[in-house]
Nanobody, 128 residues
Framework: EVQLVESGGGLVQAGGSLRLSCAAS????????IGWFRQAPGKEREGVSV????????DYADSVKGRFTISGDNAKHTVYLQMNSLKPEDTAVYYC?????????????????????WGQGTQVTVSS
């Protein structure tokens, strides 16, 4: 059974930093991508960042480029999202998700519907 467990959320002042972790277990497939998404109250879920396990290719939403960094530790089956220079508009529930690559086409985008497995989410609140 695939499980994704997020941790590291919390309350921080604007300009501060947080590091989110996504611990994955139960993976029995080859190539996959781990993405971070967020959803603020009354808004749609949006893609934040993604990393592909095989080649390490990453991508970021324009709103977080230069402030957030995604990384992975394959030995620990964990993906991290380092968030710096946080802004009040970064406040949301952050989810990690896994997209399994079936061997054809591109994978590792920031479209939520492309992802197969989801964690339970962790709250990030940035105060002004």
């Amino acid at each position: 059974e695939v499980q994704l467990v997020e941790s590291g959320g919390g309350l921080v002042q604007a300009g501060g930093s947080l590091r989110l972790s996504c611990a994955a277990s139960g993976f029995t497939f080859g190539d996959y991508a781990i993405g971070w998404f967020r959803q603020a109250p009354g808004k749609e879920r949006e893609g934040v960042s993604v990393i592909r396990n095989g080649d390490g290719i990453t991508d970021y939403a324009d709103s977080v480029k230069g402030r957030f960094t995604i990384s992975g530790d394959n030995a620990k089956h964990t993906v991290y999202l380092q968030m710096n220079s946080l802004k009040p508009e970064d406040t949301a529930v952050y989810y990690c998700a896994a997209q399994v690559h079936d061997g054809s086409g591109w994978y590792g985008g920031l479209v939520a519907n492309d992802y197969d497995y989801w964690g339970q989410g962790t709250q990030v609140t940035v105060s002004s």
